[in-house]
T-cell receptor, first 112, second 113 residues
Framework: DAKTTQPPSMDCAEGRAANLPCNHS???????VYWYRQIHSQGPQYIIH???NNETNEMASLIITEDRKSSTLILPHATLRDTAVYYC?????????????FGGGTRLMVKP | GAVVSQHPSWVICKSGTSVKIECRSL??????MFWYRQFPKQSLMLMAT?????????EQGVEKDKFLINHASLTLSTLTVTSAHPEDSSFYIC?????????FGPGTRLTVT
């Protein structure tokens, strides 16, 4: 699976949009971009995933560049409960049986 | 999303004893379950992949005789830490695969004294 690079930490003001970048310059054509987050002392939570088109759900939006070498997760109105470590993962195929390889992630701190 | 539970949520045991952690998929059948370990301020590290009815596949450096995994049904996998030592103290997390996604349990914090 392609390696991802994320900033180790970011701050965001409550109510503002949080934009979390991820570089995956070696991504292959059949690899999807997944985002998970882990709130302190809990298991990871799925947020969103995409292949090449931008995606949006009730939690977030995922913007993938045209060359697919980077992406941005957008939390449109961050709340204090969004404070967590956010992991960007690329994975071959749309097969849940494939393991997820977690990198360092970005520690997002939402401040009042 | 689908629900995965783990039991216990935390456990304290004495060095040399064994501890069993259960991972259950509550509302779906999981042919594959994964076990991860996470040390403080570190990321999740995959320990093993467990497929229902077959032997688990362990990652390099993970002792299969120390971390016994059983996946006897489509809704239950167990991880037994045998002869636990203080260095085994960690946060153990399982995930179960549904049709398309992996769903994670809440984790089990193991402290070995």
């Amino acid at each position: 699976d392609a390696k991802t690079t994320q900033p180790p930490s970011m701050d965001c003001a409550e109510g503002r949009a949080a934009n979390l970048p991820c570089n995956h310059s070696t991504i292959s054509g059949n690899e999807y971009v997944y985002w998970y987050r882990q709130i302190h002392s809990q298991g990871p939570q799925y947020i969103i995933h995409g292949l090449k088109n931008n995606e949006t759900n009730e939690m977030a939006s995922l913007i993938i560049t045209e060359d697919r070498k980077s992406s941005t997760l957008i939390l449109p109105h961050a709340t204090l409960r969004d404070t967590a470590v956010y992991y960007c993962i690329v994975r071959v195929g749309y097969n849940a049986g494939n393991m997820l390889t977690f990198g360092g992630g970005t520690r997002l701190m939402v401040k009042p | 999303g689908a629900v995965v539970s783990q039991h216990p949520s935390w456990v304290i045991c004495k060095s040399g004893t064994s501890v069993k952690i259960e991972c259950r998929s509550l509302d779906f059948q999981a042919t594959t379950m994964f076990w991860y370990r996470q040390f403080p301020k570190q990321s999740l590290m995959l320990m093993a992949t467990s497929n229902e009815g077959s032997k688990a596949t362990y990652e390099q450096g993970v002792e299969k005789d120390k971390f016994l995994i059983n996946h006897a049904s489509l809704t239950l996998s167990t991880l037994t830490v045998t002869s636990a030592h203080p260095e085994d103290s960690s946060f153990y997390i399982c995930s179960a695969t549904g049709s398309y996604e992996q769903y994670f349990g809440p984790g089990t914090r193991l402290t070995v004294t």
